[in-house]
């Protein structure tokens, strides 16, 4: 059974510009859920989604928006990217709401400069 | 501000001793508590989830929950140094609009051969 996969696996990018980064579940899981770690402030939690709509969003800017298709494959956009948006970015699956825990991908890697 | 804290560490304990992690949470109607395993460089790997009050076993792993103190603990008997690696605490908290797997910062454990 195919892991949760996210790609690009590495991205640099020059402050200004936008990025988005895919994410595709382990088959069967609806629901998906983004994350951004960095050493200061470990994993905050960006959104979630489950069947195509937003359920929950953590406290970032605007700038931050995601989505989910039909197929549960979900994308995050970060437009005019800052220095401080570089970080870890962390896709995990579920089979339902969360209770029997999320399945991380290995994550993108984005690097403002 | 609704959190999950952990003992920032590191903690260090010689191989074959029993390492004890510890965290707090601050939602009352929490359901559902996780251990993650982080090693560095890579993504978080579920390790031990628990409900229920009282202890739950897997192998050298034991997950102790405590829902009246808001306390959830993991034990790692036998520890060895493959065990070094940062151990995420996450539970589901009462978002705005629904339950969020909420992580606390993370305990840096280090096994000594």
């Known amino acids: 059974k195919a892991g949760v996969t996210q790609t690009p696996r590495y991205l640099i990018k020059t402050r200004g510009q936008q990025v988005t980064l895919s994410c595709s579940p382990i088959s069967g899981h609806r629901s998906v859920s983004w994350y951004q770690q960095t050493p200061g402030q470990g994993l905050q939690f960006l959104f979630e989604y489950f069947s195509e709509t937003q359920r929950n969003k953590g406290n970032f800017p605007g700038r931050f928006s995601g989505r989910q298709f039909s197929n549960s494959r979900s994308e995050m956009n970060v437009s005019t990217l800052e220095l401080g948006d570089s970080a870890l970015y962390l896709c995990?699956?579920?089979?339902?709401?969360?209770?029997?825990?999320?399945?991380f991908g290995s994550g993108t890697r984005l690097t403002v400069v | 501000q609704k959190e999950v804290e952990q003992n920032s560490g590191p903690l260090s304990v010689p191989e074959g001793a029993i390492a004890s992690l510890n965290c707090t949470y601050s939602d009352r109607v929490s359901q559902s508590f996780f251990w993650y395993r982080q090693y560095s460089g890579k993504s978080p790997e579920l390790i031990m989830s628990?409900?229920?009050?009282g202890d739950k076993e897997d192998g050298r792993f034991t997950a102790q929950l405590n829902k009246a103190s808001q306390y959830v603990s993991l034990l790692i008997r036998d520890s060895q140094p493959s065990d070094s690696a940062t151990y995420l605490c996450a539970v589901n908290l009462r978002g705005a609009g629904s339950y969020q797997l909420t992580f606390g910062k993370g305990t840096k454990l280090s096994v000594i051969p």
């Open positions: 628990i409900y229920s009050n």
């Open positions: 995990a699956s579920s089979i339902g709401q969360g209770r029997y825990g999320y399945t």
